[in-house]
């Protein structure tokens, strides 16, 4: 089941940039996180107002994000 419904877009938080729940995390620092290695346990640890199925979203989000046709113009 899709968790995408998790993330939203609100011009008033973050300005405007993608963030979990309406919170004030952005699903780039969630990345962020997990590219540098922190578990899903540390995030949860870090940041108590997410829960494991927000950290899905991130990544479910991500990689609709970059399923994308890239264009070279010679």
Do not use: N, W
């Amino acid at each position: 089941m899709s968790e995408l419904h998790r993330i939203t877009f609100d011009p008033q938080v973050c300005s405007g940039r993608p963030t979990v729940r309406g919170l004030r995390i952005r699903v780039k620092d969630v990345l962020e996180l997990l590219a540098a290695g922190a578990s899903h346990d540390e995030i949860l640890q870090d940041y108590p107002a997410l829960d494991r199925e927000d950290i899905l979203a991130v990544l479910e989000y991500a990689a609709r994000q970059s399923d994308h046709t890239v264009l070279r113009v010679a």
